[in-house]
């Protein structure tokens, strides 16, 4: 996976979420070297966003991904 990553992934890569309202806070998705952390409540949706997002990021970047 990291050998792939490393191949694959450049200073000016972006991950599209597909999430319209999360590409827009992000400024357009997420990007390579950054943190992001998620915070809520219990209970408050973020393992599921993280599950939507993952599922979204294969679908929107298929060129980064190559099914290896």
Known sequence: FW?????????SSIIITG???????????YRP???YVYMGVT??????MLLTTALHAVKYNASCYNGD
């Open 33 to 35: 070297g950054k943190l």
């Open 43 to 48: 209970g408050g949706y973020k393992s599921a």
């Open 19 to 29: 999430i319209q309202l999360l590409n827009e806070m992000l400024s357009p998705g």
């Open 3 to 11: 050998h792939y990553i490393l191949q694959h992934v450049t200073p």
